[in-house]
């Protein structure tokens, strides 16, 4: 998981100039505790079903990404 930031410093954002769009919103989601809360759950469901691909189409729709299954 990507460590916090203080974003008032230049230089903690520096590397991020080169970003693509995915980056910045994967750097998004590693920052929003309630994303990370709920990912934490749905790994847990896949454990529990091992390795069943779990989820909901709210989970979806909600942060905008789909996981692929593991071969």
């Known amino acids: ?3 916090r930031r203080d974003w ?3 230089e903690a954002w520096a590397d ?3 970003y693509e769009p995915t980056d910045f919103a ?3 989601l ?3 505790d309630e994303f990370v809360a709920e990912c934490q759950a749905l ?3 896949v ?3 091992r390795g069943e691909l779990v989820g909901t189409s709210e989970f979806v729709e909600r942060w905008g990404l789909r996981f692929r299954r593991r071969r």
């Open 26 to 28: 994967i750097e998004y």
């Open 43 to 45: 790994l847990e469901r």
């Open 16 to 18: 991020m100039l080169s």
């Open 47 to 49: 454990k529990a079903r």
């Open 1 to 3: 998981m990507s460590q």
């Open 8 to 10: 008032s410093d230049p």
């Open 30 to 32: 590693l920052r929003n």
